[in-house]
């Protein structure tokens, strides 16, 4: 049974910076896509990141490309999210998740962890 678990939300002021941690158990995390989604309140799922299996190509939303590093460490079975110069806007619960083999989308989810950027 594939566990993901996010760690490191928080609240913190606009410009700052958060490093999110997903730690992955009970599948081969180092031959899998990898992605960050979150849901800001009252909203739908947004796409945030995405990492290859080995972290050298990585993808990220237009809203967040400049901001947000994605990475991993394969030896931890840990996926990141650094991210920098928060906005409000960035204000969500952050889920980290397994990308799906085949058609698209992730099969397996972490709890979430919450983010709150505010004065």
């Known amino acids: 049974q594939a566990q993901l678990v996010e760690s490191g939300g928080g609240l913190v002021q606009p410009g700052g910076s958060l490093r999110l941690s997903c730690a992955t158990s009970a599948f081969t995390f180092r031959t899998n896509w990898m992605h960050w989604v979150r849901q800001a309140p009252g909203k739908g799922l947004e796409w945030v990141s995405a990492?290859?299996?080995?972290?050298?190509?990585?993808l990220y939303a237009d809203s967040v490309k400049g901001r947000f590093t994605i990475s991993r460490d394969n030896a931890k079975n840990t996926l990141y999210l650094q991210m920098n110069g928060l906005k409000s806007e960035d204000t969500a619960v952050y889920y980290c998740a397994k990308d799906r083999p085949g058609w698209g989308g992730c099969d397996y989810w972490g709890q979430g962890t919450q983010v709150t950027v505010s004065s």
């Open positions: 990492i290859n299996p080995n972290g050298g190509t990585t």
